[in-house]
């Protein structure tokens, strides 16, 4: 009896590391969505503190590379692991129509008031963060 | 009443088999050489265990291409994924 026990656990155990290493091969959504929410957060407050044309440069190239790296992170991944995107395109949408909105206020705003770029950048960036956590925390 | 033993799915029981399904009920679809990797088996091994899921409608196999590279990918069925958990469920029962 003791022995059917333990080779029902080493099965067990077996399917659960194989498991394992198949979600860690997995695509994540939250890994992109950690960046975008890091990228706006910290990147688009420097507006209101560097000269538009230099920072936007910076912006410009950073967001490329950032472009690049998701590109390549759900293309490598996808290669060999292929799961449902937890994260459905109308939920880009949403987040992407946000940070336009966002930014058309901080651009509108910054007539008028000072520092609406860091406004700006954290109230765009944070719903990619939370939302990253929240899908980070279901994994 | 009857040892839990005697519910255990005879096609999931073998160890590699039963690795197999633990893989693919984490992903939509995995590819071949990765799953072989995973499960640390050859070519051939793992070719004959997935014919013979295939044949109990456990598994879907799909042919296609990356780029010019053959490419051969692998998912769970509806009927393999209900056996799997069942067969999980057995197990369980068993450790207690």
């Known amino acids: 009896m003791q022995a059917n026990e333990n080779a029902a656990k080493a099965m067990l155990d077996d399917a659960y590391q194989v498991g394992r290493a198949v979600s860690r091969r997995a695509p994540k959504d939250f890994v992109p969505l950690y960046f975008w929410g890091a990228f706006l957060v910290l990147l688009v407050p420097g507006f209101d503190y560097f000269s538009t044309t230099e920072w936007g440069w910076t912006v410009i190239a950073v967001a490329a590379a950032g472009t690049t790296f998701t590109a390549y992170y759900y293309a490598s991944r996808s290669r060999q692991v292929r799961t449902v995107e937890r994260v459905g395109p109308w939920t880009w949408i949403a987040l992407n129509a946000w940070v336009s909105l966002v930014g058309l206020g901080s651009l509108a705003l910054g007539v008028r008031f000072q520092f609406t770029y860091t406004l700006g950048g954290l109230l765009s960036g944070v719903p990619y963060l939370l939302l990253a956590e929240r899908l980070r925390n279901q994994v | ?96």
Not at chain 2, 80 to 90: I, N, P
């Open chain 2, 1 to 96: 009443m009857s040892h839990p033993r005697t519910k255990l799915d005879g096609i999931i029981h073998n160890p590699t088999r039963l690795s197999l399904l633990a893989a693919l009920a984490k992903a939509d679809s995995l590819e071949f050489k990765f799953l072989r990797d995973t499960l640390d088996v050859s070519d051939s091994v793992l070719s004959r265990q997935i014919a013979s899921l295939e044949e109990a409608g456990y598994v879907k196999v799909k042919k296609g291409y990356a780029g010019k590279r053959p490419r051969t990918w692998l998912s769970l069925t509806q009927p393999g994924s209900k056996a799997f958990e069942e067969h999980v469920q057995v197990l369980m029962e068993i450790v207690g």
